[in-house]
T-cell receptor, first 115, second 113 residues
Framework: NAGVTQTPKFQVLKTGQSMTLQCAQD?????MYWYRQDPGMGLRLIYY???????DKGEVPNGYNVSRLNKREFSLRLESAAPSQTSVYFC??????????????FGPGTRLLVL | GDSVTQMEGPVTLSEEAFLTINCTYT??????LFWYVQYPGEGLQLLLK?????DKGSNKGFEATYRKETTSFHLEKGSVQVSDSAVYFC????????????FGAGTRLFVKA
């Protein structure tokens, strides 16, 4: 099992460019999450998908869109990147059902720099 | 609303020293409590968890006890190793359901040989 995989590992964008961060899990988990990690702020939830076909906003959704492509894949899109979106992005998954009370399984992260 | 507060770092210890990282929380009812660890360049991984009051989670020599009376879940290890150098996150899973795990800001630990 690969667990949770993310691509790319590192990306540099110019302000206004767009990009999609990819995430996939092979654990047959129902729920998937996108977080951003900034120094001194822990992890903040951007969007989550409780189950295939559903998505909901988290704490900091502005400037992002998501797609739950199928049970395995959950992508995060930046339509017009801004320097404030410079961060490390983590995808995570849980088996589902009780979401926040379950162990989360994280990918290795995507480091994004917006110039 | 629900929240988690953990001690600021960095914490610097010598090998074989005793480690405590404090974590307190605010929540209604009985949340689940977690400690996650992040090694350099990696994602977070579960270190231990507890789901009800007085439960003790343990793993790799680390322990934490769910204290309802003090709303705390402090992380301890009797003898740290250089390989324990990492960032440690306390987290809370609300008992009201929902999908929003709440993470503390993280505490960076450096262990010197």
């Amino acid at each position: 099992n690969a667990g949770v995989t993310q691509t790319p590992k590192f990306q540099v964008l110019k302000t206004g460019q767009s990009m999609t961060l990819q995430c996939a899990q092979d654990m047959n988990h129902n729920s998937m999450y996108w977080y951003r990690q900034d120094p001194g702020m822990g992890l903040r939830l951007i969007y989550y998908s409780a189950s295939e076909g559903t998505t909901d906003k988290g704490e900091v959704p502005n400037g992002y869109n998501v797609s739950r492509l199928n049970k395995r894949e959950f992508s995060l899109r930046l339509e017009s990147a801004a320097p404030s979106q410079t961060s490390v992005y983590f995808c995570a998954s849980t088996y589902g059902g009780t979401g926040g009370r379950e162990t989360q399984y994280f990918g290795p992260g995507t480091r994004l720099l917006v110039l | 609303g629900d929240s988690v507060t953990q001690m600021e770092g960095p914490v610097t210890l010598s090998e074989e020293a005793f480690l405590t990282i404090n974590c307190t929380y605010t929540a209604t009812g009985y949340p689940s409590l977690f400690w996650y660890v992040q090694y350099p360049g990696e994602g977070l991984q579960l270190l231990l968890k507890a789901t009800k009051a007085d439960d003790k989670g343990s793993n790799k020599g680390f322990e934490a006890t769910y204290r309802k009376e003090t709303t705390s879940f402090h992380l301890e290890k009797g003898s740290v190793q250089v390989s324990d150098s990492a960032v440690y996150f306390c987290a809370l899973g609300p008992n009201t359901g929902g999908f929003k795990t709440i993470f503390g800001a993280g505490t960076r630990l450096f262990v010197k040989a």
